[in-house]
């Protein structure tokens, strides 16, 4: 009796040991761009600075989870949020990932060097 008790633990442990490995994968692939971005947040150079890049990359990563390409979502923001002049709260309230409608991107012209320089 003991004998198969001892076999039947033995198995549950081969498979934990199996699955954990791949848990441990998942959870670290989850973690990356956090670790990442503290070696980043290092040399944010001052608070504000750290404040901006917590924003950025918090609206970044709340793309992600409603499944909204994040340079879209940003793009979209950064156009409908260029005159904020007279903003309401629910005007900002527009911009939240679960609001905002994602439009398609149109290119305004092409852009060349002289242009630039020329600014």
């Excluded at 199996?18 to 998942?26: H, P, R």
């Excluded at 499944?67 to 949020?81: G, M």
């Excluded at 005159?83 to 012209?109: A, C, M, R, V, Y």
Aim: aromatic letters at 16%.
């Amino acid at each position: 009796m003991w004998r198969i008790f001892f076999i039947f633990i033995k198995i549950i442990l081969k498979k934990l040991i199996f699955f954990s490995c791949f848990f441990i994968q998942f959870v670290d692939n989850l973690i990356k761009p956090f670790v990442l971005g503290r070696k980043n947040w290092l040399f944010a150079g001052s608070e504000d600075g750290a404040r901006s890049s917590c924003l950025l990359f918090s609206l970044i990563e709340c793309a992600k989870i409603h499944n909204i390409n994040p340079e879209d979502y940003l793009r979209c923001i950064f156009e409908q949020a260029a005159d904020t002049d007279g903003w309401t709260e629910d005007d900002w309230k527009q911009l939240l990932p679960w609001n905002i409608k994602i439009t398609s991107f149109e290119p305004q012209g092409v852009w060349t060097a002289s242009q630039g320089a020329q600014n």
